[in-house]
């Protein structure tokens, strides 16, 4: 299993990007779907996640500034950031709870992460 984030780069304080994670490989379900950072100096934290039904979890410093969003026939987890803020640069990861078939254990894959960088 693969996962590919792209999306990333620089962008002002009040800017928009957009984030998209694709899963690849040999994939027979995905439940929980996700976004994490990790800004220089501090520990890796949650962003959003979203549940294969859609049911969605957001840290409360992005709530109402990002939206997670998942395509489940492409198997693919975005995020949109909007308002975004100095605070928020970081490495961004994607992170997916998978089955590789019907048989194995639910594990989480990592994407290699995305630099986001917000100037003031």
């Known amino acids: 299993v693969q996962l590919q984030a792209s999306g990333g780069g620089l962008v002002q304080a009040g800017g928009s990007l957009r984030l998209s994670c694709l899963a690849s490989?040999?994939?027979?379900?995905?439940?929980?779907m996700g976004w994490y950072r990790q800004a220089p100096g501090k520990q890796r934290e949650k962003v959003a996640l979203?549940?294969?039904?859609?049911?969605?979890d957001y840290a409360d410093s992005m709530k109402g500034r990002f939206t997670i969003s998942r395509d489940n026939d492409k198997k693919t987890v975005d995020l949109q950031m909007n308002s975004l803020k100095p605070e928020d640069t970081a490495v961004y990861f994607c992170?997916?709870?998978?089955?590789?078939?019907?048989?194995?254990?639910?594990?989480?894959?990592w994407g290699q992460g995305t630099l986001v960088t917000v100037s003031s």
């Open positions: 979203i549940g294969s039904g859609g049911l969605t």
């Open positions: 992170k997916i709870q998978a089955r590789r078939t019907m048989f194995a254990s639910s594990r989480q894959y």
């Open positions: 490989g040999n994939i027979f379900s995905i439940s929980d």
